[in-house]
């Protein structure tokens, strides 16, 4: 992909997901510098008076006409990356590289899940979040400190067979623990403004919304 395009922080995608109605990423979207929309999640746009500038994808989801679009038309008909990869993929080949994913998941089970695993594939190139409208979702290995409020729930969830993983500042802590793909991670409880997770492997972190 040739770089012909510099976007304006923060950059916000939207997909064709649930739409955003919790204060915290419809304010995402209001703040945002540039909007990119997977050709599906463009249509979710118009009807809350926004208007994206970038559009991204093999365009067989939008009702949308490039003739009646103004901003940038990427058509990528590619069958073996889904939109939001191809949109990802973009973001990154125009430097692009910090972003916040919104209205990416809900609405079908099986693309929730297969965008989990795009976020998980994508936090290794670039600063990416999900928002949606109960939590904030993050893709971590390593070591990393993260912002909360006391009585935050937390989950923790285990995309591979984890070697090690050790927290601080959460109400059931781990200690240098083997922790597998189950849902013992779930409900966790923040105790404070920050806890700390260090891991050998990848996992979700889901820190949800207060209200």
């Not at 204060?23 to 463009?42: E, Q, S, V």
């Not at 008909?77 to 430097?95: F, G, S």
């Not at 409880?189 to 806890?195: D, H, L, Q």
């Amino acid at each position: 992909m040739n770089k012909f395009f510099t976007g304006k922080n923060p950059v916000v995608v939207v997909g064709n997901g649930e739409f955003p109605t919790h204060t915290i990423p419809l304010n995402h979207l209001k703040n945002a510098g540039t909007i990119i929309c997977t050709d599906g999640g463009a249509d979710q746009l118009s009807p809350h008076n926004f208007t994206p500038d970038i559009i991204v994808g093999d365009m067989d989801s939008t009702k949308l006409k490039i003739e009646n679009f103004k901003g940038l038309w990427i058509s990528s008909p590619d069958q073996n990356r889904t939109d939001l990869q191809k949109t990802l993929d973009w973001c990154i080949a125009n430097d692009l590289t910090e972003v916040t994913v919104l209205g990416i998941m809900g609405k079908r089970e099986d693309h929730s899940l297969g965008n989990l695993h795009v976020l998980a594939e994508f936090s290794q190139k670039m600063n990416i979040q999900f928002i949606t409208n109960y939590a904030v979702i993050y893709c971590i290995q390593g070591k990393k400190t993260i912002s909360s409020v006391a009585g935050q729930q937390i989950s923790i969830v285990a995309i591979e067979n984890i070697q090690s993983i050790s927290t601080v500042g959460l109400k059931y802590e781990l200690k240098n623990e083997n922790f597998l793909p189950t849902c013992n991670g779930i409900s966790n409880e923040a105790i404070g403004e920050i806890f700390i997770i260090e891991t050998t492997e990848p996992i979700w972190l889901f820190i949800n919304h207060l209200k």
